[in-house]
Nanobody, 124 residues
Framework: QVQLVESGGGLVQAGGSLRLSCAAS????????MGWFRQAPGKEREFVAT????????SYADSVKGRFTISRDNAKNTVYLQMTSLKPEDTAVYYC?????????????????WGQGTQVTVSS
């Protein structure tokens, strides 16, 4: 069992930056990939970014590529999402989750142990 706790969300103006954190419980954090997803009101949960177990491989949704950076610190059992050049359309609840595959999955059904989410609101 893994527990995930996201933090770092908030209200920011367009063009601003935020860094989200996802702290994981357990001693096997480095054994699995991690992903970030987001869900806006009335919309389906969508893939944002994913990172491999070692942190050497990453993958991003086209909508955030070049603006967001996913990283991890296995010594701290934490994965991060650095978000820059934020846009109003980035407004959503952001979730982290454990990748059950080893292939940088992008579909939510490939993930488990979802956190409770952190709200990001970008004003125009």
């Amino acid at each position: 069992q893994v527990q995930l706790v996201e933090s770092g969300g908030g209200l920011v103006q367009a063009g601003g930056s935020l860094r989200l954190s996802c702290a994981a419980s357990g001693r096997t954090f480095s054994s699995y990939g991690m992903g970030w997803f987001r869900q806006a009101p009335g919309k389906e949960r969508e893939f944002v970014a994913t990172i491999s177990r070692s942190g050497t491989s990453t993958s991003y949704a086209d909508s955030v590529k070049g603006r967001f950076t996913i990283s991890r610190d296995n010594a701290k059992n934490t994965v991060y999402l650095q978000m820059t050049s934020l846009k109003p359309e980035d407004t959503a609840v952001y979730y982290c989750a454990v990748d059950r595959t080893v292939a940088l999955a992008r579909r939510p059904e490939m993930y488990a142990y979802w956190g409770q989410g952190t709200q990001v609101t970008v004003s125009s």
